[in-house]
């Protein structure tokens, strides 16, 4: 028995590490549809992950923006080929963030659907 725990550790560590970055993430976006504040960020590069055909991979986007503190956050967020095919390099993109933890934020649409799916208004 004892082998067994021993062998499946790595699995369970990485299996609870995930979700408890799941439920992180979507504690965040709770706090941003409930007390989120709009800005405008800039597009600063965008980029595919995993491996596999370009249709396969996943599109990201890493955007910039300065919250009510004063400083530039640089994040990045996964986004539909839709998303992606309208948005370049350098222009803008509607995001909300936290005004007391300005380094939270999400784009735009995103925090929508999750303000639906929580029943909140803008």
Known sequence: MGFLLYA???VIIVTIAIV????W???QFGE???HGLPVTG?????FRTGAGKAGAMGRRIAF???GADGVEHRRAAT????RWAELEEGGPIPL?????????SAPAWLVEDARKALGESA
């Open 8 to 10: 499946f550790l790595p």
């Open 20 to 23: 408890g970055a799941l439920v």
């Open 25 to 27: 993430r979507g504690m």
């Open 32 to 34: 941003l549809a409930r």
């Open 42 to 46: 800039i597009v600063v590069r965008k």
């Open 64 to 66: 910039s923006y300065v």
């Open 79 to 82: 986004v539909s080929g839709s």
């Open 96 to 104: 909300v963030y936290l005004p007391a933890k300005p380094g939270v």
